[in-house]
């Protein structure tokens, strides 16, 4: 079976309740723990790993954490992104305390993305939020323009964005989807 089928197989029964409660908001929510503990059952039976890590991006005086949540059957691979943005300061919080908070909204909008978690609190209510682009996703839409405009080719956007030759595949396969969808 396919690195593909096994990922939808899992999307269509992955069931993680929001079993935690916000008594000053008064809302249900799920974490992390809670989707990883719902999923790990589910990748053994299918014989796939799943690694998390996490990358900081420097955009202009702020921080953000890139979560990169990464599947694979041992041959082939797939990996899905979450964005969250450091607080400059949260009352009664140290540094790494913030950075820890932004890792795990990030950690758990990657997992949302690659195993197609609703993360609203009623779906059936609320209109569908529009995305926000981070700004990494902004430079690579204009990166993406100026290359389906032919005013620039894939060697100057990824000298232009230090993107590293073994990269420059992927580079050319995320900047057709964003110019195909």
Known sequence: MALINKIISIQSELKAPKNQYNSFGKYKYRNQEDILEALKPLLKREGLLQT????????????????????TD??????????????????????????????????????????????TKDADTQPPAKPQLTPKHKHWLKAAERLASGEVNIETIAEHYDISKKNQDLLIAEMRQMTEG
Not at 52 to 71: L, M
Not at 94 to 118: P, V
């Open 52 to 71: 998390i890590t996490d990358s900081v991006i420097h955009t202009g005086d702020r921080y953000y954490i890139e979560a990169t949540v990464t599947v």
């Open 74 to 119: 041992g041959d082939a691979s797939v990996s899905v992104s979450g964005f969250a943005r450091e607080a400059e300061s949260k009352k009664g919080m140290d540094e790494s305390q913030i950075s820890g908070t932004a890792s795990s909204y990030a950690r758990k909008y990657a997992l949302n993305g690659m195993w197609l978690i609703d993360d």
